[in-house]
């Protein structure tokens, strides 16, 4: 090797080897063992692989229909499967990780504006004073916290289903199921603010519309907080569905007061109509809320598999 340049590649190395070395015949011993203890008859010659005849055939060797290779089955009677159960899903494990990971960082960034919109909640501004607006990547963070309260509550939704509907659908993976509730969540907000969007925009000025938009991502944000021990619990707790279901009918009414709270500070504070307060906050909160659990019912019952 060291006559061939530096350069040389691999197969002219490889020439160069096989030009010097020849591979000659193996020629194995012939000479019987003789390394035993006196008295003792010759140990056993690990190279004989013989088997007696009833080792090597059987009564059913010659039958066309004897086919050893392929697998007959299994030994023993097979256990039953361990039940799904939610706090061993991995997945949903991850989704809560990546929540809890994602609302921090949300919240570090996005503090300044969060604190102030809770501290000027339940204020009265005044016609004249001047808001703060927040920045770009506080807007951001704070509708990353919308999408957490999204998926808050399609894994309450989810949690529901495998209680009360059932556990077995027509879906590949019970995750697709995760990603529809997720999708008709996040539809459900986006027609909500649609119609909040248009309707504000007939009967109130701008100024008094961005004000309503802050707070409603306010509460949403504030929504997915409330929603995130009752995930946990449900899910690492063994906490029943039924107790799941009061907290979450706490923390809806505590949200709807808030909603209509800021909603009679921000539109209805000089004409205080009663039933035009009622027919609003019917029409554009109870009505999509009820529409909404009514599509998530019908879609999880079909896509159930009847037996």
Not at 42 to 70: I, W
Not at 131 to 159: D, G, H, K, M, P
């Amino acid at each position: 090797m060291s006559w061939l340049p530096r350069d040389a590649t691999p197969a002219q190395q490889d020439s160069a080897i096989q030009s010097r070395f020849k591979p000659s015949e193996v020629h194995w011993s012939e000479h019987p063992d003789t390394l035993h203890q006196p008295g003792h008859d010759a140990g056993v010659d690990l190279m004989n692989a013989d088997l007696p005849q009833y080792y090597k055939e059987s009564f059913f060797s010659r039958d066309t229909l004897f086919h050893p290779e392929l697998q007959g089955g299994r030994y023993g009677v097979a256990g039953d499967p361990v039940p799904y159960s939610v706090h061993n899903d991995n997945i949903i494990t991850s989704l809560l990780l990546a929540c809890f990971i994602f609302s921090v960082i949300a919240f570090t960034n996005a503090r300044r504006f969060i604190f102030r919109q809770a501290k000027t909640f339940f204020y009265m501004p005044h016609e004249g004073t001047t808001e703060f607006s927040e920045t770009a990547n506080e807007a951001r963070f704070q509708i990353a916290l919308v999408l957490i309260a999204c998926l808050q509550v399609s894994l309450l939704f989810y949690f529901y289903t495998l209680d009360h509907i059932g556990e077995t659908f027509v879906l590949r993976s019970q995750y697709t199921l995760i990603a529809i509730f997720l999708g008709l969540t996040i539809g459900y907000f986006l027609l909500k603010a649609g119609l909040y969007s248009a309707i504000n925009l007939v009967f109130f000025d701008s100024k008094r519309n961005q004000q309503w938009i802050k707070s409603m991502l306010f509460i949403i944000a504030a929504e997915g907080m409330l929603f995130f021990p009752a995930v946990l619990l449900g899910a690492y707790f063994d906490l029943g569905i039924k107790e799941v279901t009061f907290y979450v009918i706490i923390a809806l009414v505590c949200i709807k007061m808030l909603t209509i709270y800021k909603c009679y500070v921000i539109f209805f504070r000089r004409n205080v109509v009663r039933l035009q307060i009622i027919l609003y906050f019917c029409t554009l909160e109870i009505v999509p809320l009820l529409v909404f659990w009514g599509v998530l019912v019908m879609t999880a019952n079909s896509l159930k598999i009847n037996f």
